[in-house]
């Protein structure tokens, strides 16, 4: 089976593959696919959001008169102290264009004053399968865990150096470690799940 990713994070894609290495599913990002596009992300929950970006993926592709299973991952940091900041704005919550270490810096001065106790947070992935047929599913995984002090490690991108998971930085993390636990793992299980459940794992769209 062939999924196409609705995405041109090259990190988000490279995540999604390693995490279904040992599937029978294939997966392209949506440019090998022959698709560029660059939703603008209106939505006002993560899962608005992923749904936007798969559904333009899949109009794209019928358009083209491919049929094709379309999923689209969105997913951000919320922090308890913050009010869940920053949320569906994680990307550019340091303004457009900023780095991913202006966005660790931006948090760390946030909650330069914030007791532990006050620094729980978690990261938040909602990802959106569209069928071939067009049905249109959701999915959310969570991971749970508190904001550093400072930022630490060299895996990882975007908040990783700052997030701890039982007292280890996500960037810290090995990825084959960070894969069996993370909330774009969480929320992939659950893909997978459908998938199996449905028969659909070992199916082929027309491509």
Not at 26 to 35: C, I, K, M, S, Y
Not at 56 to 72: D, F, I, P, V
Not at 181 to 197: G, I, P
Request: overall charge negative.
């Amino acid at each position: 089976m062939q999924l196409i990713l609705a995405t041109n994070n090259t990190n988000k894609l490279r995540e999604v593959r390693e995490m279904l290495t040992d599937t029978q599913i294939t997966v392209l990002g949506q440019r090998e696919a022959g698709f560029a596009l660059d939703v603008e992300e209106t939505g006002q929950t993560f899962a608005e959001n992923a749904e936007l970006k798969a559904a333009a993926l899949w109009e794209m592709a019928a358009k083209a008169g491919q049929r094709c299973y379309s999923l689209a991952d969105d997913s951000g940091l919320t922090v308890d102290a913050l009010d869940g900041a920053p949320g569906i704005y994680s990307a550019r919550w340091a303004g457009e264009g900023a780095s991913e270490r202006q966005l660790c810096e931006k948090l760390l001065h946030e909650m330069a004053h914030v007791p532990d106790d006050k620094r729980s947070a978690a990261f938040v992935c909602a990802m959106c399968l569209i069928t071939p047929n067009g049905e249109r599913l959701r999915f959310e995984g969570r991971v749970e865990g508190v904001i550093a002090h400072t930022m630490s490690g060299e895996n990882g991108f975007g908040y990783d150096p700052v997030f701890l998971y039982h007292g280890i930085s996500f960037a810290d993390l090995p990825s084959a470690e960070k894969h069996c636990v993370s909330h774009r793992h969480n929320a992939l299980q659950q893909v997978m799940t459908y998938l199996q459940e449905t028969g659909k794992e070992d199916s082929h769209a027309d491509q």
